[in-house]
């Protein structure tokens, strides 16, 4: 039954070009959204920019422009990117727009007049000569407890304190170098805990969330939410609040709402006004929020209680997805990998990327690992020498050798046929699923069975004798490439669009089924074949990294870091005392009153998990850890904390502060395994 959807990707912050982390996200909902088409379901695809706040006001006084003129540029950038990779939105509009402005009007009025809001004087540092209160980041000093200078107002890098930038000592303004002042200001917070019942249920509900994504949901619901606070003081770039002038919504309390003010500007120009309120009041179709597992806590609490609040409808679904590493780290300026949509399109087809991410996501919150031999290696042996190459060799040939024209599919080609069947219904709940990588490797299926055929069938040696044998062989071999091209033109649009006409078809793929008509038979011809994706070296991936390291800011001289001296020399045996195995965080939490500490609960392959607490609360935010192997020693005498029993220990280097790593393995590795 055709169903509707509206589908939103995270909005992307307008201080900042988009970059390949960023495309998982949008390459992901982008593919989708066209496999939605492709079942025949109405979908809506809707984004915009991210333009207000603190850091993108402060960014726009430094490059000499009015907000407006800063996000302006990135809003033209980021649209041509995002149409470079195809990626192609119903609407992209900006949550600096009038429409955003009335919905969060019409928000704020029905939370104030719903008794929704509370209002509390707020204490905060405040920079005499910027006029201006200082958030966390813009404040450093001393930390209170251990005494290491210049440490920024949230946490000490040294000794992972978490405080207020109150706290710390002999405080500074990084805007002025000034000395701040305590100032207090009042401010409009929603009483969280007032929705917990609504939340539970919400996050309860069937197929709202990923299971692992619930679990976050129900440890933060487990202790009493705390009042979310909604204004911030001028200056700031954002929309004043109507009845307090010089206060300005929360860059996140507008930002979401951007979707429904997406959606509106979607309405209009499709001559649909009204569709807006249908999807939003009135209860059309499904909602989908397709996210990073960065911001869960954003869109799994704070925006369904103001939802909820606001009587509007709330979303059906948080997609969440892992996050992008590059050969298995994060995305770093220094290192070149932190690359720009814009700058990998300088080098390489936007193709080969749209390929590799989509065969790389799926339904799971773990992160995505771009591996640059893997993907070199990939791209040809998948893509070009398997998809690509049985399109062209199995063209070329009916073009010269035949005239083009399609033969018969025979009698006994009908088990090749039912299998592509098969793997077409199978690839396109995968992709309903969340499941591109599965729907990839059921296109690439195809491809692998069409060119087995090909090469044991050798058309060249029949074509002789037989030339009506060889005619139906390449014809059977240009269905079945046609049905891969079916199932994989939602990941691959511009491939299937290229391919479509050489097999003398029009335009391109609209509907899955098409994949299963096998209908490319005679008197039908091919069209005019011609190349379609040239391989890929490592030398090219290698250019972007270094064009990618030029744009960076030179990296900060590096102080020697004495290495620490070698403990005493021990035997292979007294090594092998230590019993190093392969875990698998399955969730994490901060620790009340321990501000070092996370909680972990890792999958050894045992019975049931281990409660494990690592100190690793200032490196990393816990919800980037699930999914993450880690390496765990085993065999440790568990030790009771004040917290409670930690069986385990999680290795990590660094030199501490937001400098820690874990050590990590791939996800193939299966959790249990012993490390040697
Ligand atoms: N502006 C907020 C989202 C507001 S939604 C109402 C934001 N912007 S962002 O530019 O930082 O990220 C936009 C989306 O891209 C987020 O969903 C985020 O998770 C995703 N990604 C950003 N960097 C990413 C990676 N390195 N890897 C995968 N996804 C990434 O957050
Ligand atoms: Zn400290």
Not at 80 to 100: A, C, G, L, V, W
Not at 194 to 212: A, G, I, K, V
Not at 523 to 536: L, N, Q, S
Not at 601 to 618: N, T
């Amino acid at each position: 039954m055709p169903e509707s959807y509206l589908v939103t990707a995270g909005l992307p912050y307008a201080n900042g070009s988009i970059h390949i982390g960023h495309l998982v996200e949008y390459l992901m909902a982008d593919t989708y959204v066209r496999a939605l088409r492709m079942s025949g379901h109405e979908a809506v695809f809707v984004c915009a920019d991210d333009t207000h706040g603190t850091p993108i006001e402060i960014n726009a006084r430094k490059a000499g422009k009015t907000p407006q003129e800063f996000v302006a540029l990135y809003a033209e950038e980021h649209i041509r990117d995002f149409h470079r990779f195809s990626i192609e939105f119903d609407s992209f509009s900006s949550t600096n727009s009038e429409e955003n402005r009335r919905w969060v009007h019409e928000i704020y009025a029905r939370l104030r007049d719903g008794g929704h809001l509370i209002e509390r004087d707020l204490e905060q540092l405040y920079d005499t000569e910027a006029k201006r209160f200082l958030p966390d980041r813009f404040v450093k000093g001393t930390c209170p407890k251990c005494g290491t200078e210049d440490q920024y107002g949230d946490v000490c890098e040294s000794c992972k304190t978490t405080y207020e930038p109150k706290d710390l000592i002999n405080p500074r303004s990084v805007l002025t170098d000034s000395t701040p002042v305590l100032k207090t200001s009042t401010h409009l917070f929603v009483p969280l805990k007032t929705y917990q019942d609504f939340l539970r249920d919400w996050t309860h509900t069937e197929s709202r969330l990923q299971p692992e994504v619930r679990k976050f949901v129900e440890a933060w619901l487990q202790e009493d939410l705390k009042d979310w606070c909604i204004s911030r003081d001028a200056p700031y770039f954002g929309f004043e609040i109507p009845d307090r002038p010089g206060k300005f919504f929360y860059v996140w309390l507008d930002a979401p709402v951007g979707y429904i003010a997406s959606t509106e500007q979607w309405a209009k120009t499709a001559g649909t006004p009204k569709a807006v309120d249908q999807f939003w009041r009135e209860g059309r179709g499904k909602i989908i929020h397709i996210i990073g597992k960065d911001i869960i806590y954003f869109h799994t609490l704070f925006w369904p209680a103001t939802l909820h609040a606001a009587g509007l409808r709330v979303p059906d679904r948080i997609q969440v997805h892992g996050m992008l590493t590059v050969d298995g780290v994060k995305m770093s300026k220094t290192r070149g990998t932190f690359i720009n949509a814009s700058t990998y399109l300088e080098h390489l087809d936007p193709m080969y990327l749209r390929f590799f991410l989509t065969s790389k996501t799926g339904a799971s919150l773990t992160d995505i690992d771009l591996g640059v031999d893997e993907f070199v290696h990939r791209v040809n042996a998948e893509l070009v020498n398997n998809l690509a190459n049985l399109l062209s060799r199995s063209l070329s040939f009916l073009n010269t050798k035949l005239d083009g024209i399609y033969g018969h599919l025979e009698a006994d080609t009908e088990p090749y046929i039912l299998q592509a069947k098969e793997a077409l219904r199978l690839g396109e709940a995968q992709y309903a699923g969340f499941d591109l990588s599965g729907a990839v490797r059921s296109a690439l299926d195809i491809a692998t069975l069409g060119n087995k055929l090909f090469q044991d069938g050798a058309p060249w040696k029949v074509l002789k004798e037989d030339p009506e044998k060889a005619r139906n062989l390449v014809t059977l071999c240009l269905n079945l490439a046609r049905a891969a091209v079916v199932m994989i033109a939602p990941a691959l649009p511009t491939l299937a669009e290229k391919v479509y006409p050489m097999l003398g078809l029009s335009l391109r793929p609209t509907r899955f089924e098409e994949g299963a008509a096998f209908d490319l038979v005679a008197p039908r011809r091919a069209g005019a074949h011609d190349r379609i994706i040239d391989r890929i070296t490592r030398k090219e991936f290698d250019q972007i990294v270094e064009a990618t390291k030029a744009l960076a800011p030179p990296a900060p001289e590096a102080s020697p870091s004495p290495v620490e001296p070698l403990a005493p020399e021990i035997d292979i045996e007294t090594f092998s005392k230590v019993d190093l195995r392969v875990g698998r965080v399955l969730s994490a939490s901060t620790v009340e009153g321990a501000t070092k500490l996370l909680r972990l609960e890792v999958d050894l392959g045992e019975d049931k998990p281990r409660q494990i607490f690592a100190g690793i609360r200032s490196a990393y935010p816990p919800e980037a850890l699930i999914g993450k192997n880690v390496l765990v020693a085993a065999n440790l005498k568990p030790r009771q904390m004040k917290f409670g029993l930690s069986e385990g220990m999680v290795l990590a280097a660094g030199p501490g502060g937001k400098d820690i790593w874990l050590a990590e393995f791939p996800e193939e590795v299966t959790p249990g395994n012993r490390v040697h």
